[in-house]
Nanobody
């Protein structure tokens, strides 16, 4: 069964760090585009970072310098490192993979930044 699951969210104080994981089943990410995005309450979904099918990375303008996307192909996992967390980073974080005929989303992981 093809699946995608995010993990690593939680409650963090401002200034802290988190590493989110997006695990795919089998070779789901091979030669595919994978995207991290987030949605805060009452706001539109926001692009954060991505791997293209050719392995290059892209970042949203609002997160450059604080967010880093990386991968472990052996574990079929895409990571999103978030540093210097701010209250405005509070959101549900999603990853999705662009397949041949549709986009597969994970259920999301909640990140809350609060003191």
């Amino acid at each position: 069964q093809v699946r995608l699951v995010e993990s690593g969210g939680g409650l963090v104080q401002p200034g802290g760090s988190l590493r989110l994981s997006c695990e795919g089943s089998g070779s789901l990410f091979n030669d595919k585009g994978v995207v991290w995005s987030r949605q805060a309450p009452g706001k539109q979904r926001e692009f954060l970072a991505s791997f293209t099918p050719w392995g290059s990375t892209h970042y949203g303008d609002s997160v450059k310098g604080r967010f880093t996307i990386s991968r472990d192909n052996a574990k079929n996992t895409i990571f999103l490192q978030i540093d210097n967390l701010k209250p405005e980073d509070t959101a549900v974080y999603y990853c999705y993979v662009v397949l041949d005929d549709h986009v597969l989303w994970g259920p999301g992981t909640q990140v809350t930044v609060s003191s």
